[in-house]
């Protein structure tokens, strides 16, 4: 059975633990620093321009934002992380969502963590990822802006990032460009398969 990644609905904001998804289709949980581009990525992979909100103020994003998609499986979009200028009270509330939302068993099926492909993770990118670790669930993770690298820095910006992440081999690791759509059908390919779904031939 294929699924249509185009068929998209925004389903619901979710701020407290009361009001998770727990209906049993597979969740696709993305997680990214604030400005990594992670709203540009899953328009990307919908076809869509403006679907997943893109924040004029990074950091802002403090729910959870469920998106169904062919009624077969969600994109859960985690807010946005290490934006420098919230409060600390906004990130404590943020840290306390992210907190439920991991210790909750069942909840997560795939993770997919978008980093930036320029730089090195941050320590929130490492916090993040051995979070989705955690969960015993399967991790992508997804460099972003690869448009923006010479090809002579891609091979060892992804080397840093798999390093920095202590990535297991068999961990995919994407090259991917929001802006270009460089990456979208291995990504399209990863999930379905890593969620039971196959892709059609």
């Avoid at 919230?86 to 980093?115: N, P, Q």
């Amino acid at each position: 059975m294929a699924i249509n990644f185009n068929k998209a609905e925004f389903v619901l904001s979710s701020v407290k633990a009361e009001t998770f998804i727990r209906d049993g289709r597979p969740q696709v949980t993305f997680a990214g620093r604030s400005n990594v581009g992670k709203s540009s990525v899953i328009n990307r992979l919908l076809g869509r321009k403006n679907f997943a909100r893109v924040g004029a103020t990074p950091g802002k994003t403090s729910q959870i934002n469920y998106f169904r998609i062919d009624d077969k499986i969600y994109f859960t979009d985690l807010p946005g992380y290490g934006y420098a200028k919230v409060s600390k009270e906004e990130r404590d509330r943020w840290g306390r969502l992210m907190e439920r939302y991991f210790a909750e068993e069942g909840l997560i099926t795939l993770g997919v963590l978008i980093v930036d492909a320029r730089h090195k993770p941050t320590a929130d990118d490492v916090t993040m990822c051995d979070w989705f670790k955690g969960t015993g669930c399967p991790v992508i993770v997804v460099a972003n802006k690869l448009d923006k690298l010479k090809k002579s820095e891609i091979e060892p910006n992804l080397a840093l990032i798999r390093q920095t992440l202590t990535l297991p081999e068999e961990a995919l690791l994407i090259p991917f460009s929001a802006e270009k759509g460089t990456g979208k059908t291995e990504l399209l390919a990863a999930i379905s398969t890593l969620c039971g779904i196959k892709t059609s031939d």
